[in-house]
């Protein structure tokens, strides 16, 4: 079965800030990946962790606890395009594997 | 501005038939994967290749092949199409053997098996 692990869906309010859990479970691990999605598009690269803590680009951060297993995005200042799936995905020995996807929703 | 371009955007096949869909990158990238996504699925690895003439099976392998005769060209095919492999196909390369580089993914291939 699946080893990595993020919630189905999500709702939250525009403006607000939200934060998109990932847990995994793996060895050779080298790294974690987030990808935003948009309905009907391809996966685009947001972040990529490899050392514990949190890194921050612009409005989006992305943080890691390699002995955890835990990593999340967090998105301040939501905006209405930011409604989208957002993917984890671990990389190691093997291709990456990813996560079912997360679906934001952005209201008003 | 690096690219990974699909064949089509949208295809509708009927049961039986054999369907070749066709990637392109050009970044001179060595490895190059295909998958196929659908809803509550996620995306799964169907094969993927390291290098010409190179390929690996991946998580859902059975029902799918793939060529790989030039660097920049990674085709997967359906020796016979069927119902089940309706789905979204997604392809994507990456440089290097190291997984430490960022995954480029072409637009998609959304497939209709009748």
């Known amino acids: 079965g699946q080893n990595i692990d993020q919630p189905t869906e999500m709702t939250a309010t525009e403006g607000a800030i939200v934060q998109i859990n990932c847990t995994y479970q793996?060895?050779?691990?080298?790294?974690l990946f987030w990808y935003q999605q948009h309905a009907g598009e391809a996966p685009t690269f947001l972040s990529y962790?490899?050392?514990?803590g949190l890194e921050e680009k612009g409005r989006f951060s992305s943080f890691l606890s390699r002995s955890k297993g835990y990593s999340y995005l967090l998105l301040k200042e939501l905006q209405m395009k930011d409604s989208a799936s957002y993917l984890c995905?671990?990389?190691?020995?093997?291709?990456?594997?990813f996560g079912k996807g997360t679906r934001l929703s952005v209201i008003a | 501005d690096v690219k990974v371009t699909q064949s089509s955007r949208y295809l509708v096949k009927r049961t039986g038939e054999k369907v070749f869909l066709e990637c392109v990158q050009d970044?001179?990238?060595?490895?190059m994967f295909w998958y196929r996504q659908d809803p509550g699925l996620g995306l799964r690895l169907i094969y993927f290749?390291?290098?010409?003439?190179?390929?690996e099976k991946g998580d859902i392998p059975e029902g799918y092949s793939v060529s790989r005769e030039k660097k920049e060209r990674f085709s997967l095919i359906l020796e016979s199409a069927s119902t089940n492999q309706t789905s979204m196909y997604l392809c994507?390369?990456?440089?290097?053997?190291?997984?430490?580089?960022?995954?480029?993914f072409g637009p998609g291939t959304r497939l209709t098996v009748l």
């Open positions: 970044m001179d990238h060595e490895n």
């Open positions: 994507a390369s990456i440089s290097g053997r190291s997984t430490y580089h960022e995954q480029f």
């Open positions: 793996t060895s050779g691990f080298n790294g």
């Open positions: 995905a671990y990389s190691g020995n093997t291709p990456l594997v």
């Open positions: 290749s390291y290098d010409v003439k190179m390929k």
């Open positions: 962790n490899v050392l514990d």
